[in-house]
């Protein structure tokens, strides 16, 4: 049984992206690109990023001023 | 290179809109966040600078000021951003990446000193009157959102699972199960053919309800400390997975600064002393799952 914790750890693209693109204010205007074309295409990105990240499970290179905490049980 | 970025006062139905409302250049938007005061907010748009990538979400980081609130803005090149030349960057994932840190980077700059509500990812408006517009329409409900977000961050928690650990725990120690395998034993070879299959049914499904318990028992521990809490179906995909783990949960929390600690400690105790059970956590992020989206219809802004 370990407990580990660093502070500087990498966090994942997918991690980031299920935050930038999934989530986020949306304000009526005339914004340039349409919701559903984003989200649609973020759905197909993500299919393949996970399998990216299940092989390289350190991400791709990315992580800044971000705690990420291990935990094993 | 350090550069310092622009506070744009956005007045409805101001003449002589800037250079860059010419029709080739659009607004991209960050987050919105309070004006507070010019000294302040003129800190909070020097930090962003400093924290995003030259070139990559376009040039100046500014504040475009609609009565309390500023808008946090690039300007960008339309053609980069129209709805099939973003269509076809977001399939390129080294361009996406530098995007999404440097969209990422902004808002977080901001969100270190003062409460941010980040902007979904690619909103670009037309002109700085359409912007100012959409914020002058949301304005009540957004000032209600920030005030509600202030001094809160968002941590993500991810919890995996060896179900080979865990369903070695669950059968060993289920008495239902037990029993049907005495009864196997001692069965004829074609009931207890049936017997068998019935049995792999049932340590399945006690598998599954152990893990749910799993989930939802370290989740149940973390709800005192969380202002918020956002499931997500982890069933999409096992990110972050090892080997042969399977994620259970996956949830996002808003918590207070002041809670930081303390929820990072129960997480660590709920998972510790569970064999075959792993958690993960990442944070503080800018609170990006608790935001309100108009279809939610939970803050309808």
Redesign the interface.
Known sequence: ?T?SRTDEQE?????????????????????????A??DL??LG???M??SV??AQ?SG?G?GR????????? | MTRSGNILAAQPGRAGESLTDAGSS?WY?Y??THAATPDALRQVIESAQHAAMPGATGELVQALIRGELAAIVSIVP?AD???TA??ER??D?AW??EM??A??AVI?AVHERQAI???????????RD??G???D??QER?LA?LSRLQGCD?W?IHLYADRAVIEQQVTSEHPALQRLRDEISVARPGRAYFLQRKLAGEEAAAVDDALVELARGVITRLRPYALDVVQ?NPT???????GDEIEILRAALLIERKNQDVM?NE??AS????????????????P??F????EEGRHD?
């Not at chain 1, 001023?65 to 049980?73: A, K, N, S």
């Open positions: 049984m407990y966090v994942t693209l997918l991690e980031l992206l299920d935050r930038v693109i999934a989530h986020g204010v949306i304000l009526a205007g005339d914004i340039t690109i349409s919701v074309d984003v295409i973020y990105l993500r299919v990023l996970s990240d299940q499970q791709l990315l001023d971000r705690r990420t905490e291990v935990l094993d049980g | 659009g938007l987050g919105i339309l951003f129209d709805s973003l269509g977001l399939n994932v996406l990446q999404a840190w969209h990422n977080a509500l980040p902007a979904k990812f690619g909103s670009v408006y037309l002109s359409d912007l517009a959409a914020l329409d949301a957004l959102e968002e993500a997500e999409a995909g096992s990110d972050g997975a090892v990072l997480f660590e998972v510790l002393g569970v064999v075959g059970l792993r958690g993960a956590s990442s944070g503080p992020w800018p990006y799952s935001v309100a989206r108009p802004l």
